[in-house]
């Protein structure tokens, strides 16, 4: 766009008529080299007129570009614009490039666990904050214009009432609603025309700049890859609708020649340094070497973002991944393959619908790179099986009659050619409304005072559902009321003059209550029931903080699978009966730390704060499970065979960090749980510090370094000696661990940790036969884990960056006479601690001090 003066020149004026600041627009993106398409000019001519716009185009349309020229003219006229879109990290990109555009003092950004310049007249969120404003404050909100990006959202089940919300509650607001796959939109725009009073325009059946080319693939998938890499149409974007099915494909295209020698060589320099740190890293290392990418939700996010700079480069010509493409991931695509037209929703296999299938079909061809986009739908592999039959007995009708036709597997849900041209000729469905109402809803309503009744009664009566669902909200609304009213934490009058109901507070709502750790207070209540002289106390805090984090779903179901793995085995090791042993493993679960005490303690917080109703106290041990089996992240994800979801384990260590470092106040921060706080938070940064990073930039802005980060590759992790606290804890972990097996007499494990440093199984069993001799068990207890048992002689440290420092350590079993006189000395490689970003142990001696 234009510089800093020429931007402010062209945007200062205000109160000027809609046909000067539409000329000053053009003026001012043609001064950054863009020109206005028809579709772009008849939406951004209703914008200046005050009109509400809808646009449905397609991808590649210029949706972005009328984006700015709806907040260029709130800023023209000084008005407050916000733009919403449905994950945050969408909000962030949108909030650079719009202080790009417009400059850092014009644009602001919240998202719930952050704000950076809230009062600015341009501000980028999500869009449950522009809900809950717009619950709390109604026509006194103070946003003029809502721009809402990916507003197919609306139908979401679960988030779709925070797109509804706002067009509900805002009638003084100008509404750009935006999407390329909305379908008919006509019920909408006049509901909204008769909401705001302003006229609502709709822009939509607008071609494609560039088209796309529809075909359906008999050919095995292979063959399918092939032609269209010799005919030029990558990079290719594989899409499945499973993680795992991604992977595999991945690996079995390695047999393809993707890309050259040369390219091959130029692959490998791109990459550089970049640290594969885990399993799943190793194996992507050689896949993105042959040309190939993976990319789902599952992985790490400098894995992603590793695969995301390569295809901007050009050096990945084939990308295996899931739908996730749909949702705006930032991948240049030439032709998209469907190895499937169904899909599992979490309840069923089904047909993909239409607005699924063109929002993924519409990320192929890229404007200004494509003349045009390909999308090929791959048949059902029975069916080429069986064509390659066919095709393999030619004309003899003997051969044919003799064919044996592959069968659909059991269980299959059937698509073909018929289903794809249904899809390619399909408008998206029409949106469906989801609208809820929910303690916090109703308390926001409450809060701002005024007719509470009337705004609850116009939210259940006078919304996008059907009349069925309007009497299930008013149900819904008058149990919220009850129990509100129950908790006394809402009063019921009559005004004297005018008879109507008039509902007030009771207690005073912190501001964005409902959006930002909801469930923080609560952890504060019960940090209260802990006792700090307890061995265990820093764990149980981890324990409470982890209630109020949503599940990490893959973690606890592979922690409940161990659990009743390992019950199973004790029940038939008592002689129980299968039935009996059926029965009783209905009880085993995840580990849920304190659940009995945290329970009772949330029902009674939930009496006095009921909108906490609307919440799910979680018991579990992710975090703590980490300690207590002293693993490291490559160990944990190896433990519980979760190489899949690497990113969902780190996104949730991540969460727990932040969670842990600001819900709990400094006077329950003891040595041991700073000391926790500061391992865990170096654990995810050596695994990968995207999310760390994201948070840190979400808080700090800084548009020059987000610039050159997204130009470049993930960086190389800080040294693991930066953060000498966190080491220490690292170090005292991989010697706990060794403390754990030796416990359970575990030799060959500990066989294969020490063997390298000529402590081998029989090594191992040889130094704990006369420790068991004199003491009989070894406590592996909260007291045994205690910092105080590990002794660190620093002596021959060196400073960071130099080679050769080592640390001499001594850990102490706590053997229950209270001698202290057994342990394991080691030494601490401090070189390979450094290129591993673990802490790499070599034992020296097990015995007697």
């Not at 939700?297 to 991944?321: D, F, S, T």
């Not at 409940?560 to 019950?567: F, K, N, S, T, V």
């Not at 005490?597 to 992710?622: G, H, I, M, N």
């Amino acid at each position: 766009m234009a510089d800093a003066a020429e931007r402010g020149r062209l945007i200062a004026a205000t109160g000027e008529s809609p046909d000067i600041v539409f000329d000053r627009f053009v003026s001012w993106a043609e001064a950054g080299g863009l020109s206005l398409y028809p579709a772009q000019e008849e939406a951004l001519i209703g914008i200046v007129d005050g009109a509400n716009v809808i646009l449905s185009t397609p991808t590649g349309t210029g949706k972005s570009l009328v984006a700015a020229g709806a907040h260029f003219a709130a800023l023209s006229s000084g008005r407050r614009s916000y733009y919403t879109a449905p994950i945050k990290a969408l909000v962030s990109e949108k909030f650079f490039a719009l202080v790009e555009m417009f400059g850092a003092e014009n644009v602001g950004m919240v998202t719930g666990d952050s704000s950076v310049n809230a009062d600015a007249p341009i501000v980028c969120c999500t869009a449950e904050i522009v809900a809950n404003l717009a619950l709390r404050h109604g026509e006194d909100a103070g946003i003029d214009q809502v721009v809402m990006d990916e507003f197919h959202f609306y139908a979401d089940p679960d988030r779709g009432w925070a797109w509804q919300v706002p067009l509900l509650t805002l009638p003084d607001t100008q509404f750009i609603l935006m999407s390329a796959t909305l379908g008919d939109v006509g019920d909408l725009a006049r509901d909204l025309e008769r909401r705001t009073g302003r006229e609502t325009a709709i822009v939509t059946g607008v071609e494609r700049p560039v088209p796309l080319h529809f075909s359906y693939a008999t050919t095995p998938i292979h063959e399918t890859v092939e032609d269209l890499l010799h005919t030029g149409q990558a990079p290719i974007y594989i899409v499945h609708f499973a993680q795992a099915a991604a992977l595999e494909r991945a690996q079995a295209l390695t047999s393809l020649k993707v890309v050259t020698r040369e390219q091959r060589d130029e692959i490998a320099d791109a990459i550089g340094d970049f640290r594969f740190s885990t399993a799943f890293g190793t194996t992507l290392s050689r896949l993105v070497r042959s040309g190939i990418g993976v990319h789902h939700a599952g992985m790490l996010p400098k894995y992603r973002r590793l695969v995301e700079q390569l295809a901007q480069r050009g050096l990945l010509r084939v990308i295996c991944g899931t739908d996730t493409l749909g949702v705006g991931i930032n991948v240049p695509i030439r032709t998209v393959l469907f190895t499937a037209l169904t899909k599992y929703d979490g309840t069923k296999m089904r047909q993909v619908n239409a607005r699924e299938f063109h929002q993924i079909a519409g990320r192929a061809g890229r404007a200004g790179y494509d003349t045009a986009g390909t999308v090929v739908v791959q048949a059902p592999e029975h069916e080429t099986e069986n064509l390659k039959l066919i095709e393999k007995a030619g004309d003899d009708p003997k051969k044919r009659r003799k064919i044996i036709r592959k069968k659909a597997p059991e269980g299959f849900v059937s698509w073909g050619e018929p289903s794809f041209q249904r899809l390619v000729a399909a408008e998206p469905e029409t949106l469906t409304s989801h609208m809820q109402l929910t303690h916090a809803m109703m308390l926001s309503v409450i809060a701002r005072g005024g007719d509470s009744f009337g705004t609850i009664r116009s939210l259940v009566f006078d919304n996008h559902e059907p009349r069925a669902r309007r009497f299930a909200l008013a149900r819904r609304a008058l149990e919220i009321y009850r129990t509100l009213r129950t908790a006394g934490v809402i009063t019921q009058t009559i005004d004297p003059e005018t008879g109507e109901v008039v509902i007030g507070l009771t207690v005073e709502l912190q501001p964005n209550f409902a959006l930002n750790a909801p469930l923080s207070p609560f952890a504060l209540a019960a940090f209260e029931l802990l006792d700090p002289a307890e061995p265990g106390f820093a764990l149980d805090v981890i324990s409470v903080v982890e209630s109020t984090l949503d599940d990490p779903r893959q973690i606890v179901m592979a922690q409940q699978h161990l659990a009743r793995g390992e019950a199973v085995q004790a029940m038939k090791a008592e002689g129980i009966e299968y039935d009996q042993r059926m029965e009783l493993l209905e009880a085993v679960t995840h580990p849920r730390p304190l659940a009995e005490l945290l329970e009772a303690a949330f029902t009674s917080y939930t009496a006095a704060q009921p909108w906490a109703l609307d919440l799910e106290l979680r018991p579990k041990a992710v975090v703590r499970d980490f300690i207590e089996r002293a693993l490291n992240f490559s160990e944990f994800v190896s433990f519980y065979s979760l190489s899949r979801s690497e990113g969902l384990v780190l996104r949730y260590l991540s969460d727990a960090f932040r969670a842990i470092r600001q819900s709990v106040p400094d006077e329950f921060k003891d040595e041991e749980l700073q000391d926790l706080i500061e391992w865990l938070g170096e654990l995810v940064r050596q695994v990968d510090s995207s999310l760390l990073d994201e948070w840190e930039e979400l808080s700090h802005p800084d548009p020059e370094r987000h610039a050159e980060a997204s130009r470049s590759l993930p960086p190389t992790p800080r040294s693991v000696l930066a953060n000498r606290r966190a080491f220490t804890v690292l170090v005292r972990n991989e010697l706990f661990r060794r403390v754990q097996l030796a416990s359970l007499e575990h030799y060959d494990a500990l066989g294969e940790l020490d063997a390298s440093a000529g402590f081998d199984a029989d090594t191992w069993a040889d130094a704990m036969d006369p420790y068991f001799e004199e003491h009989g068990e070894l406590p592996t207890g909260a007291a045994a884990r205690s910092p105080a048992l590990l002794i660190v002689d620093d002596e021959d440290e060196r400073p960071v960056g130099d080679t050769g420092g080592v640390w001499r350590v001594r850990q102490v079993f706590a053997d229950p006479a209270g001698d202290h006189d057994w342990g394991i000395s080691a030494v601490i490689d401090l070189d390979a601690s450094d290129e591993t970003g673990t802490a790499v142990v070599r034992v020296t001696a097990v015995g007697m001090l």
